[in-house]
């Protein structure tokens, strides 16, 4: 992300741009009223000091940009101080795992408000439009969040890509799995995870398709030094840690106790990565061997589960909601796609619409190349889509089939399994799963 900031007037509002700024600083008011704005936005409780501080340290250590939309002219009394944003906006830029180990600049973006009384005046396109104007200048191919309303972001290109669930395990005698692990698993200090949560997950993030890069807070929180309702430290998170044959560290899961008070005696599980199949089934053997604890809640988890198959019981794991996790929207079809390896050959012409007019137009995705084609023959298009849907498919977490079937995608008379051949194109090596909220 390039570093320049700035701000830019326009009718009602100015849109500044600029980069958080710690407690320390002498600039910090602009940060503290701006990380004000989103609390308000998502109907939080008003940012204690020390949360507050703790949330523009990380966003400094995760090299933010924040984006913040002002009123031009006072506020009548008795509405909210000025100084605070009406609409916020911020970015930084990780990679995404678009699947065979491949990595690819992501451009992410989050913490996305408007605030009620300023609605429907354009701001949200504004900001929108703008920013990811910028990303696709930059050469970044392909642009991610996560949405708190899944009405909003179609119309701005994004599709759904990847889908999480929450679930609750049995861990009683029924608890058992089909066969042995193999590595170990160890209790380790929370402490330990200030170096060695990145490097796991660096690890887990190269084999898992949809994967994101982490923010700063993700290794905070597993080593006990955040707790989302304070920004102070959480006493409560447990860590254990799994090695693989070699004694190498290759998964951890960070937990806590929900208390006595929860019947049945359960056990939150924070987050659990893993860069290998057995370091996730091996910390699930252990998670279900812990004494006294009945059962484990995981908000997290990934819809195709391996720990399902892998229980001689699988009713003891019981699914809550299944939700959209991951939202993509590809800037640059022809460097989105380039970047794919693909599973297996295929020649297919793709016609692309956009909402924002960034990738309009006809594309060939080959086993070669991929090409931007000239405006020809509608007949000879294999698919037809918006850019949401090639998005949504993009990292292999949606089917195009089943889009083709939702009437989301066409398919041209011509080649009636052309969708199909799109899907085992875009095959990816394991299930996608999104790890990371932002």
């Known amino acids: 992300m390039g570093s320049e900031t700035g701000t830019m007037r326009g009718g009602d509002y100015e849109i500044r741009r600029f980069r958080p700024q710690p407690a320390s600083s002498s600039d910090y008011a602009g940060t503290e009223q701006w990380i004000e704005a989103v609390h308000y936005g998502f109907y939080q409780k008003p940012g204690r000091d020390e949360l507050t501080a703790r949330i523009a340290e990380s966003s400094v250590a995760d090299g933010r940009e924040l984006t913040g939309a002002y009123e031009t002219t006072p506020a009548p009394a008795p509405a909210l101080d000025a100084g605070r944003p009406v609409a916020t906006f911020a970015t930084f830029r990780k990679t995404l795992n678009v699947g065979h180990g491949v990595l690819v600049p992501a451009h992410m973006v989050t913490a996305v408000t408007v605030r009620t009384d300023h609605r429907r005046r354009g701001l949200l396109r504004r900001l929108m439009s703008e920013d990811l104007a910028r990303a696709k200048a930059d050469g970044v191919p ?71 890069g982490r923010q700063e807070r993700y290794r905070l929180r597993a080593a006990g030094q955040w ?12 860590v254990a840690v799994h090695l693989d044959e070699q004694g190498t560290p290759d998964g951890y899961a960070a937990y806590a106790f929900r208390g006595w008070e929860t019947e049945p005696p359960t ?35 990934p819809v195709d589960d391996p720990l399902v198959w892998a229980l001689e019981d699988p009713r003891v794991v019981r699914t809550g909601s299944v939700r959209d996790m991951l939202w993509l929207r590809i800037l640059d079809v022809e460097a989105a796609l380039s970047a794919r390896r693909l599973a297996h050959g295929g020649d297919l012409v793709l016609r692309i619409h956009d909402p ?41 977490g949606v089917s195009p089939v089943t889009l083709a079937e939702a009437g989301r995608i066409q ?28």
């Open 267 to 301: 056990m939150a599980l924070r987050d659990l990565v893993a860069a290998t199949p057995e370091a996730y089934l091996g910390l699930w053997d252990f998670l279900g061997s812990l004494d006294l604890i009945e059962r484990i809640d995981w908000e997290d988890a």
């Open 227 to 238: 707790d989302d309702e304070t920004g102070g430290p959480d006493r409560a998170v447990r």
């Open 411 to 438: 398919v041209g008379a011509h080649r009636p399994g052309a969708a199909a051949e799109l899907a085992g194109m875009l095959a990816v090596e394991r299930p996608a799963h999104c790890l990371t909220h932002f």
């Open 142 to 212: 392909v642009a991610a969040l996560t949405a708190s309303e899944a009405s909003i972001y179609r119309r701005f290109g994004y599709g759904v890509a990847t889908h999480e669930r929450s679930v609750s395990v049995e861990t009683g005698p029924r608890f058992r799995l089909a066969a042995p692990v193999r590595g170990r698993v160890v209790a380790a200090e929370p402490s330990a995870m200030l170096e060695l949560a990145p490097e796991i997950f660096a690890r887990a993030h190269r084999a898992i398709p949809g994967s994101l």
């Open 356 to 396: 924002l007019g960034f990738t309009d137009g006809r594309y060939r995705l080959g086993t070669a190349r991929v090409a931007r084609l000239g405006d020809d023959d509608p007949a000879q298009d294999d698919l037809v889509m918006d850019i949401a849907e090639l998005s949504s498919v993009y990292v292999g």
